[in-house]
């Protein structure tokens, strides 16, 4: 039983940080590649960033490169999204998600519930 657990969100006024954490089980966490995905408030799905199994590389989506750092402890089976200088448009549901493809569909892969994030400005 595959499951994915976010915690850390919470409401944050434009300019601060907040780091969050997705603890995985029910399969070997270390060989997955692994995503943040976003759903904003009109519902869309917003891919954030991904890092391979073994944490050697990491993607970002262009709008949080400079600000965001997607990290993994699999020691721990966690990723963690480490979020400065928030923006308003950072609001949104953040999940983590393995197996997801291009992260389009929920329907696709593994995800977690989430854990909301509201940037106030």
């Known amino acids: 039983q595959v499951q994915l657990v976010e915690s850390g969100g919470g409401s944050v006024q434009a300019g601060g940080s907040l780091r969050l954490s997705c603890v995985g089980s029910g399969f070997v966490f270390g060989s997955q590649y692994i995503s943040w995905v976003r759903q904003t408030p009109d519902k869309r799905l917003q891919w954030v960033a991904s890092i391979w199994h073994d944490g050697s590389q990491v993607r970002y989506r262009d709008s949080v490169r400079d600000r965001f750092s997607i990290s993994r402890d699999n020691a721990k089976n966690t990723l963690y999204l480490q979020m400065d200088r928030m923006k308003y448009e950072d609001t949104g549901l953040y999940l983590c998600?393995?197996?997801?493809?291009?992260?389009?569909?929920?329907?696709?892969?593994?995800w977690g519930r989430g854990t909301q994030v509201t940037v106030s400005s």
């Open positions: 998600a393995i197996e997801c493809g291009t992260c389009e569909s929920k329907d696709v892969g593994h």
